[in-house]
């Protein structure tokens, strides 16, 4: 605290429109209201007796999406004592979202190891798109690049999952970490339209908040391809033959459906058509994940 020396404080986000969210005070609320379990409210005996191939492609996914998880607990973690605290409910609902992020982190982990399959794969170029969100050291265009685009994309992601997963367990805890990501991608884009309205040309940093991470992500484009794959085995119910077929049609109507959503979030947060398409196309380009 204050002493002879001055504040020991680093505060970096003073305006307002940085971190505002018209609402974020009943965000906060309904957080605390929703917390849950992932040890108790997760009926984890019917995640057992799983098919062999279902499991590992379940894993697979899961394991990717862990990755990302970590990413949205660390960029508010690294926030929270950067904003001055005038803005109080904001520093308190992006506490909630630490909490959140690490339940999920938590809550996949459980579900991989369940039947003992754990971890499958690695999947550097994600982790290398990551980092170009972690060490963003601005706000309001690493929450742009978190809240808006990447937990954007989870929400659409965990509905189509909810569909496919192979077990009541999997299901349940979708179910739950989508109300989570609703909350967060709902302060983001609300925090978007605040900055957007007292400063119009902030769309020019949020580009350039994407292109800058294009640098760390050069060789990424579109979701990995053993995570398309595996996510055609849970859409098809099985790893071959006409299900599968299937599947990989599913996920390519899927991917489309990504772009459409994205682009509509984009203009509802009151960004102009056209700067929503390039933002939409860019993301694609550097993420290569969800977030
Ligand atoms: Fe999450
Ligand atoms: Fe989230």
């Not at 982190?105 to 971890?119: C, H, I, M, Q």
């Not at 700067?275 to 977030?291: D, F, T, V, Y």
């Amino acid at each position: 605290m204050a002493g002879e020396e001055g504040v020991p404080h680093d505060f970096r986000v003073l305006d307002r429109h940085q971190v505002w969210a018209d609402g974020v005070e009943r965000l906060y609320e309904q957080a605390k209201e929703r917390q849950w379990d992932a040890s108790r409210d997760i009926p984890w005996d019917a995640g057992r007796g799983v098919p062999e191939a279902l499991e590992v492609a379940l894993c697979t996914v899961l394991t990717w999406m862990v990755q990302q998880e970590f990413a949205a607990w660390y960029v508010p973690a690294k926030f929270v004592p950067r904003i001055h605290p005038a803005y109080l409910e904001p520093v308190l609902f992006l506490s909630t979202q630490v909490m959140d992020e690490a339940r999920h982190v938590e809550v996949f982990t459980k579900r991989l190891f369940l039947n003992g399959v754990g971890f499958v794969g690695s999947y550097p170029a994600t982790e290398a798109s990551l980092q170009g969100l972690i060490q963003q050291e601005e706000f309001d265009k690493a929450s742009f690049l978190l809240h808006v685009l990447g937990e954007g994309t989870f929400l659409d992601l965990f509905t189509f999952l909810r569909r496919v997963v192979p077990d009541e367990a999997s299901r349940v805890i979708l179910v739950r970490a989508h109300e989570d990501e609703a909350r967060h991608v709902a302060y983001g884009t609300g925090r978007v339209r605040v900055q957007l309205q007292e400063d119009p040309s902030a769309i020019h940093r949020f580009v350039a908040a994407l292109e800058e991470r294009l640098n760390f992500a050069r060789d990424v484009s579109g979701i990995p391809s053993q995570i398309q794959e595996a996510l055609a085995v849970l859409a098809g119910g099985e790893s071959r033959g006409r299900p599968f077929v299937r599947g990989v049609k599913e996920v390519a109507a899927f991917q489309k459906e990504l772009q459409a959503n994205r682009i509509q979030r984009l203009t509802g947060s009151g960004f102009p058509e056209a700067a929503a398409r390039h933002i939409s196309h860019l993301h694609a380009k550097a993420s290569g994940n969800a977030m």
